[in-house]
């Protein structure tokens, strides 16, 4: 089984391709690669007339130096087929053909005799990317009618919160950041994952918006923010429900609005009562004042944006 190569942008050696990143992270980059005798020898952002317009000319480092993972001496090149005992660590090496018909033999025969609910797939998106996470091999598996999983706990709660929510995972257009009043930063650090939100949140500063950073760690974004707060880890909780119970209090809280699109308001605001902003200062470790001044800007900033990483969940 071969798959082809894409035709090249530009003819010659080294030949020049366009493609996307394949990593996982949500800038899905255009990149321009260069491959010289069958081998990646460059990979920068692709130029403006090809590329989607986040990636503005400018790519991450982790993508920008893929080429040393590609041709690492510890790179696994060829499937492997186990011999003796579990455990044991014996392995013959066979083919790509081989591995896959074998893949196909399993199935099949899985299917025949158990169900196709017998299969299980697990997978995750450490090297898939947005382009091709959930959507070649969601399609394999949902016809063959594979069982579904939700892969590993990583991520897990905070998709539960955001399906309840939103009923899908809710997002802003990174452009549009540029016109927020406030930009909150809670559990991200765009400045190594996502860095095309940065030059963004920086040209919202520059036209008079402001940056809250929640983060325990100091990170780069932090130190360019107007505030930073830094919880103690696991702590997050207790800081948004201090900022939800004083919406309430001051009668922040638009109640018309939750009235008709919110479920869960009245048990939110009785979880939220016991948490004033000094206990939360107590058990976070951030000072009243930083509380406060975190609430000021959000309850008086119009239009207001909050960018909710996984940190907030990331913290055993």
Not at 260 to 280: C, I, K
Request: glycine letters at 8%; a negative charge; charged letters at 25%.
């Amino acid at each position: 089984m071969t798959i082809a190569d894409p035709a090249p942008a530009l003819e010659g050696n080294p030949a020049v391709h366009h493609t996307a990143c394949t990593l996982d992270c949500p800038d899905s980059c255009s990149l321009e690669v260069e491959v010289e005798d069958g081998r990646v020898t460059k990979v920068r952002a692709a130029p403006p007339e090809v590329a989607h317009p986040l990636t503005a000319g400018f790519i991450c480092s982790k993508v920008g130096r893929i080429s040393r993972h590609l041709y690492g001496e510890d790179r696994l090149l060829h499937p492997a087929l186990r011999e003796g005992a579990r455990g044991d660590g014996g392995f013959r090496r066979i083919s790509w053909d081989e591995a896959l018909d074998l893949i196909v033999e399993r199935m099949v025969e899985a299917k025949r005799t158990f169900g196709a609910e017998s299969v299980l797939p697990l997978s995750y998106g450490g090297s898939n990317g947005l382009l091709t996470q959930d959507t070649a091999d969601a399609i394999l598996f949902r016809r063959f009618g594979a069982s579904q999983l939700a892969r590993t706990v990583c991520a897990a709660p905070s998709t539960a919160a955001a399906l309840g929510l939103y009923g899908k995972m809710a997002g802003v257009a990174l452009e549009d950041y540029e016109h927020a009043e406030l930009a909150i930063v809670w559990g991200a650090n765009p400045s190594s994952t996502g860095i095309h939100l940065v030059p963004i949140l920086r040209a919202a500063r520059a036209r008079g918006g402001k940056l809250v950073v929640v983060d325990p760690r100091r990170t780069p974004l932090a130190k360019q923010a107007d505030l930073h707060l830094q919880p103690r880890p696991g702590t997050d909780l207790c800081l948004a429900l201090a900022l939800h119970r004083e919406f309430f209090r001051r009668g922040d809280a638009d109640l018309e609005f939750l009235a008709e699109h919110a479920t869960g308001v009245d048990e939110l605001r009785r979880r939220a009562e016991p948490w004033t902003f000094e206990r939360a200062a107590e058990v976070t470790g951030v000072p009243v004042r930083d509380i406060t001044g975190c609430y000021e800007l959000y309850s008086t900033s119009s239009p207001a944006v909050i960018r909710c990483g996984w940190g907030v969940e990331r913290n055993r």
